[in-house]
């Protein structure tokens, strides 16, 4: 009887042990449900954005596609103050009749401008300059030498007899310096003149520019220190900046003064990287006109981050090339993002160009030398 009792335990604790068994094998043979694997990206912090072809920085695509404004500004003593041109991207500064200088802005889009300039004639230089940036060419009035050309289709120009809604005069400054375009009227006028908005998609570009997160240092060791002060060569309103090595820029002055924008809140104009080129000029038959050589080769400065370098500038056709820039080893030369100031200084003031580095500290053993 006992071991009747004994075997119907051992049967009952061997069914109860099989059971657990088989519970604890059927469930830890249950895996998890897997967790899909959540896919991280970071956000591209340029999308629907594309590098400009005039400062290299990245604006919104569709207005990287549009043709930029070249427009000419008033730079004689009597024009000061001037308006809008600190939101020029590229500006050029060159040589008029007299020594005076001039300036051609040029703009990606000046839509909101309410006033810029004030505006002047063209110089036939300035219209080829214009042609390399495919941009629309913004000028009132124009010297005998360049009426010819302003009025073929080789350019496409903004000015008294065409694009006259893109203008106006004010009563705060005498003629002929209180003309004045804003951004809305030009935009109507290269509507109404059916002028292409756009680039061409065979358009390249003018500049070599830096990558965006790797800024272009100057390393050769023949480079001029211009970590204090540049002095391009006008004698007329004798043009200087002066380098703030925190922001990596540098600020324009001329006649003595701050460069200001008197639209912009006074702001005193700067820029990024700063192109001197030196070119050869004679005058035309009246005794008092410029005409520069703008085709085939030449020398001048590229200065950016506080240090300048010599260079050498080529251009194939004086009406419909392009102007390249090398450095002493026939590299094309590479710009900071950022504006840049052209300046186009004759041959002869050569010698006025000047770079002013900071004084370094002398040591101890070089003061008892």
């Known amino acids: ?87 020029a991207d590229i500006i050029y500064e060159s040589p008029v009749e007299g020594s005076i200088t001039r300036l051609m802005a040029i703009f990606q889009k000046p839509d909101k401008l309410k006033r810029i300039g004030s505006v002047r004639s063209c110089r036939i230089y300035f219209a080829y300059m214009s042609k390399e940036w495919d941009s629309i060419y913004v000028h009132y009035g124009q010297s005998k030498y360049a009426k010819k050309y302003l009025h073929t ?69 023949n480079a001029k220190d211009a970590s204090k002060k540049v002095v391009v060569g006008y004698n007329y309103n004798n043009a200087t900046y002066k380098y703030n090595a925190d922001k990596k820029k540098y600020y324009r002055y001329q006649y003595g003064s701050k460069h ?41 400065w590229y200065i950016t981050r506080g240090k300048a370098i010599k260079i050498t500038w080529h251009k194939d056709k004086q009406k419909t090339g392009m102007t390249k820039y090398y450095d002493e080893n026939g590299n094309e030369i590479t710009l900071n993002n950022g504006k840049t100031f052209i300046q186009i200084v004759q041959k002869e003031d050569k010698g006025r160009t000047k770079f002013k580095g900071e004084k370094k500290k002398q040591t101890e053993t070089t003061k008892k030398l």
Request: proline fraction near 4%; hydrophobic fraction near 30%.
């Open 1 to 87: 009887m006992k071991v009747k009792i004994i075997t119907a335990i051992l049967s009952v604790v061997l069914v109860a042990g099989a059971g657990t068994a088989v519970y604890f094998y059927l469930n830890q043979n249950k895996t998890a449900p897997k967790k899909e694997a959540v896919e991280t990206t970071t956000a591209d912090p340029y999308a629907g954005m594309a590098r400009s072809y005039l400062t290299g920085e990245y604006i919104k695509e569709d207005d990287a596609k549009l043709r930029p404004y070249a427009v000419m500004i008033n730079n004689i003593q009597d024009a000061i103050p001037q308006y809008g041109i600190s939101k």
């Open 153 to 221: 289709k080789q350019i496409d120009n903004i000015c008294s007899w065409n694009g006259e809604g893109g203008f106006y005069r004010t009563s705060d400054k005498p003629a002929p310096h209180n003309c004045y375009a804003f951004g809305k009227g030009l935009k109507k006028q290269r509507k109404k003149l059916k002028y292409r908005k756009n680039h061409k998609d065979s358009y390249g570009g003018h500049f070599n520019f830096a990558d965006i997160d790797k800024p272009y240092e100057i390393t050769d060791a």
């Open 260 to 300: 200001i924008d008197t639209a912009n809140h006074n702001k005193q104009l700067s820029c990024t990287n700063i192109i001197i080129q030196y070119v050869k000029t004679v005058l035309y038959p009246d005794g008092k006109s410029l005409k520069m050589t703008q085709k085939g080769d030449g020398k001048g």
